[in-house]
């Protein structure tokens, strides 16, 4: 292990048996990982198992287990509260670090959170992903609160690249000092909210767009599964947030975009919900008590019929340099 080791890579899982491996093998590669923690949230296949393999001897490798799933939020405070390290950094259990991915996000010290671009490796092809990497300079950027808000927040017509996917080396010394952990009520969107807290708060947020975090495409892992339940509590994180925190004007009108945006998804499936469960009349009450979200209930259902018309064997992504797509554009070197 290196002198310079300062980072604490957590990983919760939950049946990951087939990829868990992979992710930690990664991690404990960078000379800078000082300890990996591995959460198993409640697994009924051998996830713990499966990660034990990746041990190398170094004693950086802990695992803890849940007997019944609590979730990723709860997952991640737990191996915070649990490790020491004075930087943490998030890995998902079916992702990996492209080699020398650290050494280029702390090759600078002016930031509380600091991180790399992410590129979308096809499950099928994950394991060519390095040797098709792009190099990109890492033309450096802070962002602020209304520009990370903004950016996640899809646009109809241009390609989604929500910069809530990053996944950032974390400062424990400014989480501490402000109490900062996950809201583990929350199963979609915590990383959003843990950010725009951290942000509100001054926190220097800071991005290079050099590649070092491969996120893996899995048919079964595209976004749809989160709950009806979960968009509400994303929504209200957004609400809490401007009624505990002073923003600028300019923060406070992105924030209530999110707001509003979020919520519309939220009524549109809340409507598609008692539609199933009770049939269209009962759908159609819930509106006429509902009249404000009308308007994102009939959008929403016009934008995905209309969608299916236009891609009716599903949304294909382009790849982007060798093959591979990145969150972050720029020019390669």
């Given amino acids: 292990m290196a002198k310079t080791a300062s980072?604490?890579?957590?990983?919760?899982?939950?049946?990951?048996?087939d990829t868990i491996e992979t992710a930690v093998r990664s991690a404990l590669r960078e000379p800078e990982v000082a300890e990996v923690v591995v959460v198993d949230d409640g697994s009924s296949d051998n996830?713990?198992?499966?990660?034990s393999r990746a041990n190398d001897a170094s004693g950086r490798l802990t695992i803890?287990?849940?007997e019944q799933n609590k979730g990723p939020?709860?997952?991640r405070n737990h191996a915070i509260a649990i490790s020491s390290a004075p930087l943490i950094a998030i890995l998902d259990a079916d992702d990996f670090f492209f080699e020398g991915r650290f050494s280029r996000m702390l090759a600078e010290d002016d930031w509380e959170f600091v991180a790399d671009n992410i590129a979308f490796v096809d499950a099928d092809t994950a394991s060519q992903a390095p040797k098709r990497l792009q190099q990109f300079a890492?033309?450096?950027?802070?962002?602020?609160?209304?520009t990370f808000v903004d950016g996640n927040i899809s646009k109809r017509g241009v390609r989604r690249g929500e910069i809530g996917f990053l996944k950032p080396i974390m400062r424990r010394a400014f989480l501490d000092k402000h109490g900062l952990r996950y809201r583990e009520e929350m199963r979609l969107g915590e990383d959003y909210?843990?950010?725009?807290?951290?942000?509100?708060?001054?926190?220097?947020?800071?991005?290079?767009h050099s590649c070092g975090y491969g996120a893996v495409v899995r048919g079964n892992s595209l976004s749809g599964s989160h709950r009806t339940e979960d968009l509400r509590r994303l929504y209200e994180a957004d609400l809490s947030l401007l009624k505990s925190s002073?923003?600028?004007?300019?923060?406070?009108?992105?924030?209530r975009r999110h707001e509003k945006h979020v919520r519309g998804k939220y009524e549109l499936r809340r409507f598609l919900d008692i539609k199933a469960q009770s049939g269209f009349p009962a759908a159609l009450a819930y509106v006429a008590t509902r009249p404000a979200a009308f308007p994102a209930i009939a959008v929403g259902i016009l934008r995905d019929k209309t969608e299916r018309l236009r891609n009716p064997g599903g949304v294909s992504v382009t790849a982007q340099g060798n093959g591979l797509r990145y969150l972050l554009s720029a020019p390669a070197k």
């Avoid at 990983?11 to 990951?16: E, L, P, Q, S, V």
């Avoid at 002073?246 to 924030?255: D, F, G």
């Fill in 7 to 17: 980072i604490c890579v957590i990983i919760a899982a939950k049946n990951a048996a």
């Fill in 47 to 51: 996830t713990a198992e499966a990660a």
């Fill in 64 to 66: 803890a287990k849940f």
């Fill in 73 to 75: 939020s709860a997952a």
């Fill in 138 to 146: 890492e033309s450096p950027l802070f962002l602020d609160l209304p």
């Fill in 193 to 208: 909210d843990l950010y725009i807290r951290a942000l509100a708060l001054g926190a220097r947020y800071k991005v290079i």
């Fill in 246 to 255: 002073k923003l600028s004007p300019q923060a406070t009108e992105a924030v």
